[in-house]
């Protein structure tokens, strides 16, 4: 083989490894979306093993543009989210959303989010919302190619006046789509798609209002939960 040859292997094998790290599900699929531990040139942590750090870094470069999308739903919560309270001190894994990073963000109505293992309920006007994304390391070199985000959906509860809904516990759970569109809303657009959320909330003692607490090591107080728009 001669060196014009080995060139344009080279080339094209780094522009294909380059095509599966940047497109995940097309081909392999997040799961199997890789790093190179053999590379000691590539120190990028496995797939979905990421810091609070670079983690935090990712989503302070990224939550104007999530929040810009989701706007597009004309859903009112997705157009303030980001300026509500936030009450996790950094981006946190939660697998009952996919094994997605995300944070917790709620309304003035529902100031006491987070301290309801009293068995405190949320009044209606009550909204919480949790908006995601995905790391995906590089199985290159930073300085071939950079890691992939990929942005994910935005999880809304709004507490509504009782009667709404008993199997939601009035609650209704909306999911928009990182390009803006509405995947489901409950007692809407795509009943049956989001009745998944709240048949996973069900698991979550009524004493909590149908709520899941966020780890105790990213919780904020509410009196410390920092403004979206800090």
């Known amino acids: 083989m001669n060196a014009s040859t080995r060139v344009s292997v080279i080339v094209f094998t780094v522009a294909l490894l380059n095509a599966i790290a940047m497109t995940p599900g097309k081909l392999y699929g997040p799961s199997h979306v890789f790093a190179d531990t053999q590379n000691p040139l590539d120190d990028h942590l496995p797939a979905g093993e990421v810091t ?33 309270r936030r009450y996790n001190k950094a981006p946190y894994v939660s697998e009952h959303h996919g094994g997605r990073l995300v944070n917790d963000y709620a309304n003035a109505a529902a ?60 609650w209704r759970f909306t999911m928009i789509l990182p390009d803006g569109s509405i995947y489901g809303e409950t007692n809407g657009i795509g009943h049956e798609q989001v009745r998944f959320c709240a048949d996973c909330h069900q698991d979550a003692s009524k004493k909590q209002d149908w709520l899941f607490f966020l780890p105790k090591q990213y919780r904020l107080l509410a009196e410390n939960a920092s403004a979206g728009s800090d």
Do not use: H, Q
């Open 52 to 84: 609070d750090t670079r983690a935090t870094k990712t989503y302070d470069s990224i939550k104007s543009t999530l929040a810009e999308n989701y706007a597009k739903s004309l859903l009112a919560a997705a157009s303030s989210y980001n300026s509500w």
């Open 111 to 170: 100031t006491n989010y987070g301290n309801l293992e009293n068995g405190d309920r949320l009044p209606a006007g009550s909204i919480v919302a949790m908006d995601s994304f995905r790391i995906i390391p590089s199985c290159l070199p930073l300085s071939i190619t950079a890691d992939a985000v990929d942005p994910g959906p935005l999880f809304v509860m709004e507490k509504l006046n009782p009667g709404f809904n008993e199997e939601t516990g009035d």
